[in-house]
């Protein structure tokens, strides 16, 4: 098989594919000439829309290193039979890392303390922050994502409320299954974890933000491209919304850009 690589990933994959016998070809742009004779592409961040797909008439699968797919036409594979791959739990560590990190950062005011000791102030009643401990996590969207942040949690003598509309029986250890309901009026902490698609586009309105029963603070951690889709910052700064808002705080894991 013909496999184009459009994107830089690991060099593992290319050498496992020519292991395999298959015939591998790098790629810098999806041009019409480069994608007719190819039968698997394996992008990254490329856009494979309708009128890349319609120069390649061979092509019968594509694998994205990543885990979303916002940047792939995938009615018109479907539509073609074209084979779609991902990658879900590729970064799954080092988002879940990352989200933990931003939330401490968020919690204890660390931005705004390094630039007032920076500039030689230091106040320490105005920056005790918060503690973790005793707390209760909202995560909304129990994937690959959402699993691993409620993994790195574990150490921090916090509750986790999870919810994910797909998937269920997933309750162990400090995590409880929960409804939207239940994380949006139980936890102090409110952690996103969605991929771009209809059902999610502005999941994060002024309906989601009016109802808030308890946050105290709601760091927004988004595990996928696009976030100004998912919670437009009229919302986030809208006066209903402000009140239960401390602070927040975003992953934003680069993706295809969007007008």
Not at 112 to 131: A, I
Not at 178 to 184: N, R
Not at 197 to 204: C, V
Not at 225 to 252: F, L, W
Request: proline share 3%; with cysteine.
């Amino acid at each position: 098989m013909r496999i184009g690589f459009i994107d830089s990933v690991h060099p593992i994959l290319a050498e496992r594919l020519l292991v395999a016998g298959h015939t591998v070809v790098d790629r810098d742009t999806v041009d019409t000439e480069g994608v007719s004779p190819l039968e698997g592409l394996v992008v990254r961040s490329t856009m494979i829309d309708a009128t890349v797909l319609a120069h390649a008439p061979r092509l019968r699968f594509i694998a994205r290193a990543g885990a979303g797919m916002e940047n792939i036409d995938r009615e018109e594979c479907v539509r073609r039979n074209i084979l779609l791959f991902n990658s879900p739990e590729g970064n799954r560590d080092g988002v879940g890392e990352w989200c933990v990190a931003q939330l401490l950062m968020l919690i204890k005011g660390l931005v705004r303390v390094n630039t007032q000791v920076h500039s030689g102030t230091w106040l320490r009643e105005p920056n005790r922050g918060h503690d973790l401990h005793g707390h209760t996590v909202g995560i909304v969207g129990y994937g690959s994502m959402g699993r691993a942040f409620a993994e790195k949690l574990s150490g921090f003598g916090v509750k986790v409320l999870a919810y994910d509309k797909y998937i269920s029986g997933f309750e162990a250890g400090h995590v409880r299954e929960a409804s939207l309901e239940q994380v949006m009026g139980h936890s102090d902490v409110i952690s996103l974890h969605l991929p771009l698609n209809i059902e999610t586009q502005h999941f994060a309105d002024e309906a989601f933000f009016s109802s808030l029963k308890k946050a105290d603070l709601v760091p927004e951690f988004i595990a996928r491209t696009d976030r100004a889709y998912q919670s437009p910052a009229r919302c986030i700064g809208s006066r209903s919304s402000a009140r239960r808002i401390v602070g927040r705080a975003r992953v934003r894991i680069a993706g295809p850009q969007r007008s």
